[in-house]
């Protein structure tokens, strides 16, 4: 039986990722510091552990695993993240969990491990233009990411592929787009846009008025759960290490999201634009260079997943008892 270690395994992503590892029969431990919120873990093995502790690194990499995914981090939406106040504890919680994670990977010789990173990665210069922005995997350098979190990413990148390159490691680098679904976040302050929205809406009475940050012409493309583990695995077990863009070409402008949103519940809102945190002008993923190495590309519609993601996180509204009478 294949065996495979998940980092961030309470996490939205991990969560899910550790239930497609069992469906195709391995045996899986999950790290975290908490269970996942809101289902049942599926790993075998589940550990509560602190990862900026290089001790429990090593006690969570006690064996040469086939694959080891590294999702763990300090991370949330744009009030989480682009806000400035978290900056601190962003760079040093997840620069730590990088370096002691590649490190007791080293040390167990432990070969394939992947890394989770983001789009957050790309310059700010490149992302002005709200319709032609530009996220080309070789666009990275000269670097000016618009956060502290696109910083240490970036950061935590190099290190990954300098383990490579000195240890032998077969690292996989990865940069996500906004990945979305159930499960996730939608009430905590961590929340991103496709359930921040869904959350909105479903509170809202029919007729009434939801807040969009900035003026809702900012535009941005979602990732559907499913499509992003399909992905990531595919990446994975191939024999490329990266970097490469995991996310959609279809890209929307904020308000527009919303409309979506609106039209899949059955509500007539208005949109009201406040001053807010909202990152870039514009962010697409560039899906040239995964179609050319991967033979592979996202296929379903925003419109599916976010029918998806709105029904679940309806009913934890409804649940919560924040539906409008």
């Keep these: 039986m294949k065996s495979a270690l998940v980092c961030g395994a309470g996490g939205f992503i991990g969560n899910h990722l550790v239930t497609r590892l069992k469906g195709e029969g391995f045996w899986v431990r999950g790290v975290d510091l908490k269970f996942p919120e809101y289902s049942e873990t599926e790993a075998d093995d589940?550990?509560?552990?602190?990862?900026?502790?290089?001790?429990?690194?090593?006690?969570?990499?006690?064996?040469?695993?086939?694959?080891?995914?590294?999702?763990?981090?300090?991370?949330?939406?744009a009030g989480y993240v682009f806000v400035g106040d978290n900056d601190a504890?962003?760079?040093?919680?997840?620069?730590l969990i990088n370096l002691n994670m590649v490190?007791?990977?080293?040390?167990?010789?432990?070969?394939?491990?992947?890394y989770s990173s983001s789009a957050c990665i790309y310059p700010e210069f490149n992302q002005?233009?709200?319709?032609?922005?530009?996220?080309?995997e070789d666009s990275a350098y000269p670097a000016q990411p618009d956060s502290d979190y696109g910083?240490?990413?970036?950061?935590?990148?190099?290190?990954?592929?300098?383990?490579?390159?000195?240890?032998?490691?077969?690292?996989?680098?990865?940069r996500f787009h906004n990945i979305f679904g159930p499960l996730g976040s939608w009430n905590d302050g961590r929340e991103?846009?496709?359930?921040?929205?869904?959350?909105?809406?479903?509170?809202?009475?029919?007729?009434?008025?939801?807040?969009?940050?900035?003026?809702?012409?900012?535009?941005?493309?979602?990732?559907?759960?499913?499509?992003?583990?399909?992905?990531?695995?595919?990446?994975?077990?191939?024999?490329w290490i990266g970097p490469v863009n995991m996310g959609s070409e279809e890209m929307i402008a904020i308000n527009d999201l919303a409309s979506m949103v609106m039209d899949i519940a059955g509500k007539k809102l208005t949109i009201k634009n406040i001053p807010g945190p909202e990152g870039v002008r514009g962010r697409n993923s560039d899906n040239a260079l995964i179609e050319q190495k991967l033979g592979w590309k996202p296929t379903q519609s925003l419109r599916e997943g976010m029918e998806k993601t709105y029904a679940w996180i309806e009913e934890q509204v409804k649940e919560a008892g924040l539906a409008p009478k």
């Design 46 to 77: 589940f550990m509560i552990g602190d990862l900026r502790d290089p001790h429990v690194c090593d006690r969570a990499v006690d064996r040469r695993f086939d694959e080891i995914y590294q999702l763990a981090a300090d991370m949330g939406g």
């Design 89 to 95: 504890d962003i760079m040093h919680n997840s620069g």
């Design 103 to 114: 490190e007791a990977c080293r040390k167990r010789n432990a070969k394939r491990i992947f």
């Design 128 to 136: 002005l233009d709200p319709d032609n922005p530009k996220t080309a």
């Design 151 to 174: 910083w240490e990413k970036l950061f935590s990148e190099r290190l990954y592929f300098a383990f490579h390159r000195n240890f032998g490691m077969e690292v996989r680098v990865s």
């Design 192 to 239: 991103k846009a496709p359930a921040a929205l869904c959350r909105k809406v479903a509170m809202a009475p029919d007729g009434g008025e939801i807040e969009i940050w900035g003026d809702g012409k900012q535009t941005r493309s979602f990732l559907y759960m499913d499509e992003c583990i399909e992905g990531v695995l595919r990446f994975t077990r191939g024999d």
